[in-house]
Every structure is written in C-alpha cells, then in structure tokens.
C-alpha cells in the first residue's frame, strides 16, 4: 500500500514501526526526525507537540482553500465525545487538520457507542487522510480512545487504502474528498471495502447527490465503481479522483416547482426481481406525493461485478439550484417494496418541504462551505450530525455557523468571523 508519493523524503517520522496499511504510527508522546543523507539516517527526538521537519525548522502548513491557517505552534484539542461524538467527528477533524496545517488530538472518541473507540473503517480513514499529507498518527489502533495527528505538506498522487473489512468505502471517500480537493496536484485513489452497508451512504448516493452539490462549490470529481461489496465479505473497490480547486461560497436555493426524480435499485447475486420490487414500491409512493416524473434504473449485477449478495435504492431530484438525495441498503428480513416505500417517502418529504439539501446532505456539505469562506441552505432538520459538524468546523476555521428554525425548516447560514 502507497502512503506517499515516490521522491517524498524529508519529512518528520518514527523510527518504529508501521501498521498492517503501511501508515506510520506513534506509541509514546515523543518522534524522530529522520534526515535522509548519503543514504544513512540519523534521528533526534523531538516532542509531539513541537513537530519538526529534518532541518529543525516548523513544518510548514498545508494549502486551504479560503481558509485561515492557525499558527504553526497551534494543537486543536477535540472532545470526541462531543454532540453526536460518533466517528463522523474524527474523520472531519484530521480532514481539516491535514488541509490547515494543524496539529489535533482527539480524545473520548466514541465514548458514546456501545463499543467506544475506533472500528477498522475510522482507522482506514485516519490512515488514509495520513497518507495524504505525510502525517505523523499517535495511538492509531483499533479499540483507541485518543489519538494525535500531525500533518505534512498535501500533495497529489495515486494512493491505494483498503478498510480490511466490509466497512465503508463512502466514509472513507468522505474523510479524503476535502483532502483531495486542497492537495497541490490531482489524486487518484482506490479504497477497498463495502460499497453500500448500513449506517453509511451507498457510493450512488455520492455520485448523483454529493458530487453534483459539491461542483456548485467548484469540486471536481469522479468516483469510478470498480466492484461492489457488502457486509460481511466487503471487497468492493471504488476509484476516486479529484482536481485541486479554489472552493467558492455556495447558496443552495429551494427546487423550482418541477418535480423530477432519477433513481437506481440495484441487486448483487440475487433474483432480479428484488430490484424490480424496490423500483415499484419507489414508484408507487412517489406517485402519491404527486411526482410523476420518476425514472428508476433496476441492475442485477453478477459475480464478476460484485463481492457477495446485497443491494441498494438510491434516488434524486434533480435542479438548477440543488440535487435532494435518499437512500436505503438492502437488509434481510426487510420486504423489498418497503424499502421503496421508505427511501421515496423520503425524499417525498423534502420536496414537500422546500428543503434545499436533505439531512444527510447537510452535514457532509457544512465543512466544504466553511472552507469556501460562506454560503447557506435550508433543511428539514438540522440533525446532530450536523451541529456536530458545524462546531468542529468552528475550532479550526474562521467562520460562524448560524441556524434559524423557521416554517418548518432550518435555515443555516455559514459566514466569515
């Protein structure tokens, strides 16, 4: 597994050891700046909080877009524990480490869960967003509470991460995009796991709703499935890649009164007509709320195109101004066409409402506003993933995240300090 680009030398590392993802990682508080001459190498301790690189000279900060570097000396503490203190927080704190050049720790991670600490996908995650900036990790394990993350310079290339298991390759994807997007160079990278498991988007929902809101920002992005995967074998690849950009503020407005909505049920090793009962029961409830426009793809995808048995129903609605986005994983137990019914109810819901991003949507797009510097939207509900992810953004960044309730939805304001 690819951690950095080739030729990437004189930065700051410990000279222990390594993970099974080839990222490097620190057990004690202290680490070793290594200088690359002539072939040998030669180490000096030097503490966790004071990183250095190999000349004894601060590190220097990565690239944000429109964002306010804090200064060099500067470490975010984060309580993990925090709002919904799940690990939707970690991701986005070493996300806007690595792209400000900050030095974070992050502790009582998950202390919330019935199993505290890190799971094997928040790890790829961290690994991940390492490998992107040359960062030095502390404590990276599964099971771990707290860890330290001290990032290097961004930069492009191609990488390869694989979660180890069937969890998500859509969180992974979301801790990196932002990542990607304030390298100095294009990324291209392949993540291995599950493409589309429960407490997680499915890759469709990145690709017809998250992507298309993002590019209103300037984000320049494809994700290539390669191969689906689910719980419990996992081994599904996705391909992601991302241009730098200058993100510029965004004000996502209320869809027009035409009702549009593009779907996608698909199966993996399973009768086809699974797929077809999804569509119907998506179909048929759509029609209820008034959307007449409703074209809903059906695959049926086989062996060589799919890890395992599994399946999804992604949907959209399209406009000018906004996408609206839903979704549901496939589960045992769960008749096909209330599956249907649940994801087009909805959506249904949102379109009724006026909202302008769905309750998923709006937490993922609040970072990428708050490193554009501005911007706002209205959603149904202003959920605890997201004022979880409006305080983060606050710690690192000079922006103020304000929401109104009023009519029935939140209105949220992202805007410079």
Known sequence: MESAPAGRTGFVQRATRRDA?????????????????????????????RPRAVDGRAAPPARAAGAMMLA????????????????????????????TGTRVRVTNIRAKRDKPGLAAQHVAAIRAVAGLCSAEVEGLAIGAEAIGFAPRPLAGGEFRFDVGTAGSVSLVAQALLPVMVAANAPCRVHITGGTDV????????????????????????????????????GGGEVALAVAPA??????????????????IAHVANLDERIAARMRKGAVERLALAGVRDAEIETRVLGPLDAKGQGGAIVLWAPSDATVLGAARVAERGVRAEDLGHAVATELAVDILNGAA??????????PYLALAGGGGFTTRTFSSHAHTASWLVERFLPVRCAVEERGGLARVTVAPR
């Open 72 to 99: 060099a000396h500067d470490v975010v503490e984060i309580d993990g524990a925090h709002g919904e203190g799940g690990g939707q927080l970690v991701r986005i704190a070493v996300a806007l480490a690595a792209i």
């Open 246 to 263: 200058t993100l510029r503020p965004a004000i996502f407005g209320v869809p027009g009164a035409e009702r549009r909505v593009r779907g």
């Open 357 to 366: 991003l769905d309750v998923h949507a709006a937490d993922q797009v609040l």
């Open 198 to 233: 429960r407490q997680a988007p499915p890759v469709d929902y990145l690709r017809h709703v998250l992507f298309p809101l993002l590019a209103h920002l300037g984000v320049r992005a494809s994700l290539e499935v390669v191969r689906r995967g689910y719980y419990p074998r």
């Open 21 to 49: 993802g080839g990222a490097r990682i620190l057990c004690g508080d202290e680490y070793a700046a290594m200088a690359l001459r002539s072939g040998h190498e030669s180490s000096r301790v030097i503490p966790f909080d």
